[in-house]
């Protein structure tokens, strides 16, 4: 993982535009009391409002501002517009009220957001708990008030005008902030009466499994992927959530309840006696706490099937199942060194690749064909850094002289990279300006990354060109050529890392420079002759289960322990 500021470092950077606020208006107070003139004060009081300004910046929009780090400067400034008031021509008394009462909202901030942040879900669409959970309120929105408040006292200190003004705000400002703590109270009274309501209605309810899912957030494609294979089980179910984002993102996939519970100790009145087991789509951290509860089955899912190190982890030991694809995820942790049973393994297949369309003619009869690259992300770690998008642009360049059209789907995670965001935008932009000059039906942006699943990226393609990935995995269902690119390891040793490397073309870009890409294009797009590895390869990787009902064995599976 790349390195972050932490420590002493990290709060100094936090702080400093804080302090140079601070400073700011301290300047600005002392001037206000010795200086000859009220515009004495003006230069420092803009720079801390400035600064100030851009400590918030984009933290209105989201409904969060770090309130209490501020505060200090923001009184500061009140006291500066109170002492220019005083010191300039007589303090108007409409001017020291409306400071005063703006004083009060301020310093009412902290213990607005105190009560602010207990507010959270509890569960939605359960019936018996309330359907919807209660909104956290905005208090963005009364920081924001208490700001113009302070504002509006600077004004009338600088200028002069009479304080009325001052005061109608922050009378506006307290009145704000006395609203939103109201508001606040009340819905923590809501979820505790949720969460006393949770176990009867829970147990009412009868869910017979229960997926449980922790991840960061925009990471919804982890149980999307399996959410509508869950509900062709027929049996109720819900999903339990372990922090407020991803309960928001779980609310736009599905109509099942969903509940949210954040600590160890609160998940035993989610465990009713209806419930025979518990999914699981990543290996997150806090699936152990589930884990303890031994009258559930714990069935491991994943998110995906590849070659990638996290796909061995050793911690998939804990569950009593992990449902694979094929032959191949299970034959990968003996090869790396993690001993399991065999009875700890139930291959399944990928039943989201059940409507992935079969090629049914070879690729050099297509005469400008269609690619797909998808490259994947850095990764958490360094040895888990599989992703090609530093050396994408070339290949797209090569695949556009030889008259390639190209759908463009990069992982949704390399948006967390600011290199690989940039990467994805060089991209687009060589795409769009190819397809201006071309007419070439390139796909890229919004069109393939959120209107087009997956799937309809396979389908709309010829040819695959990703990484170490379990795209590559899930393309091998429809037998059409894929390339992958070595970043991790030199072409001649990377089937050696990566055994599904033996169907695809390997594209050598270990050292960050693409090398031999010429040949490989001549074969991926040409003669194919590892058509016939990828057919045998397929059942090893995807399961030997017939194309007829292909999602249905997951379905039988799992239906064995409901």
Known sequence: MKPGRSGVGGWLAGRLPVLAAEVAAVVALLLAAVGNSRLWALPPALVAVGVLAWRWRGGLRAGQVAAEATVVGRLLLLATAYLLGAVHGGLD???????????????????????????????????????RPALRPNTARALLVNTVAVFAALVCGFTGLI??????????ALGLIGFTGWQAMTRVRARHNSEARLNAALTAYEPVFL??????????????????????????????????????????????????RAGLTELDEVIVPSLKAAFYVNTATKNCHLIRYTNLKHI??????????????????????????????????????????AEMFTIVGRPQVENVAISTQPIDSIANPRVLYAPTWAGFYADSNYSSLPVGYDIIKALLARGCSVVFRPHPYSQRSAALTAECARIRTLLAEDRKATGRPHVFGAEAEVKMSVVDCFNASDVLVSDVSSVVADYLYSEKPFAMVAVSAPAERFTDAFPLAKAAYVIDAHGGRVQGLDQVLDDLLG??????????????????????????HFLDEAGRYL
């Open 300 to 341: 491991q899912l994943n998110h995906g099937d590849s070659d990638k190190v996290p796909s061995h982890n050793p911690v998939f030991r804990m569950y009593d199942k992990n449902f694979v694809a094929g032959q191949a995820a299970i034959d990968r942790f003996a090869a790396n060194g993690v001993q399991m049973p």
């Open 211 to 260: 997926l449980h899912w922790e991840a960061p957030a925009a990471t919804g494609y982890q149980v999307a992927m399996w959410l509508p294979y869950l509900e062709r089980l027929g049996k109720k179910y819900f999903v339990l959530v372990r922090n407020e984002a991803n309960f928001n993102e779980v609310l736009r996939l599905t109509t099942a309840p969903v509940v949210l």
């Open 527 to 552: 003669s194919d002759p590892l058509a016939s590895t990828r057919h045998d390869l397929k059942k090893y990787y995807l399961g030997d289960i017939p194309a007829e009902g292909y999602a249905q």
């Open 93 to 131: 008394p409409f001017l020291a009220v409306g400071v005063g009462l703006a004083a009060v909202a301020i310093l009412g901030e902290a213990p607005v957001m105190a009560v602010s942040r207990a507010v959270h879900p509890v569960s939605a669409n359960l019936p018996g708990s309330g359907l």
């Open 163 to 172: 304080g009325v003004v001052a005061l109608a705000v922050s009378v506006a």
